[in-house]
């Protein structure tokens, strides 16, 4: 059976590694063989995706993003320009530290913004929005907006990229402008409101 999907002439995708119907591999990316790729997703030039790798569909990944092994991106995430992921906390060149790698965990339709860093081991929550330049260091909740070094939390956005205006914390209603739907601020937790 003939692939559903491209791969540029300058890419390299081991054998082994399954790729999704849809999905795009531009130039000089490398799939190692242990990766698995969803469908409709789209890896920019200069992509490299470890053996150890689960990316689900529609994930975007822009021009020189590395994901190494042990991270996860579930449906919809975005990974902005030269982002940067890490699979092992306290890296020395003369150590082998494979068997310490910590796993990653990006939950669906997160957005990680262009040359933030997320270190090893934590979960970004569903719809987190992670500014550019950000550094996460620990756990994202669902929906929330960080920015700064370390990062910190500025507020809350909806599963369509609109900041919110919500406080932090407490209890609170709001409605996305663009898309109508409600959510929900229940003391540090914010939910959409289903209609």
Not at 29 to 45: I, M
Not at 84 to 112: C, W
């Amino acid at each position: 059976m003939d692939k559903e999907y491209f791969v540029h002439a300058t890419a390299l995708v081991d054998e082994g590694a399954t790729i999704g119907n849809g999905s795009r591999i531009w130039h000089w990316v490398h799939v190692c063989s242990g990766a698995v790729v969803g469908e409709r997703c789209s890896l920019g030039q200069n992509v490299f995706v470890g053996n150890k790798v689960v990316i689900g569909s529609n994930v975007k990944i822009q021009n020189n993003v590395s994901v190494y092994d042990n991270v996860t991106l579930e449906d919809d995430v975005f990974c902005g320009p030269s982002m940067v992921f890490t699979n092992v906390y306290n890296p020395r060149s003369a150590i082998s530290r494979k068997e310490e790698y910590r796993p990653t965990v990006v939950r669906q339709g997160a957005t990680l913004g262009a040359n933030c860093t997320i270190v090893c081991g934590v979960t970004i929550g569903r719809y987190a929005f992670i500014a550019a330049g950000a550094v996460i260091n620990k756990d994202v909740p669902p929906y929330a907006l960080m920015a700064g070094v370390p990062a910190r939390q500025i507020g809350w956005m909806s599963e369509y990229g609109e900041q919110l205006d919500l406080p932090l914390s407490g209890r609170g209603e709001a409605v996305c402008p663009h898309t109508g739907h409600r959510y929900l601020l229940n003391d540090n937790t914010l939910t959409r409101i289903h209609p």
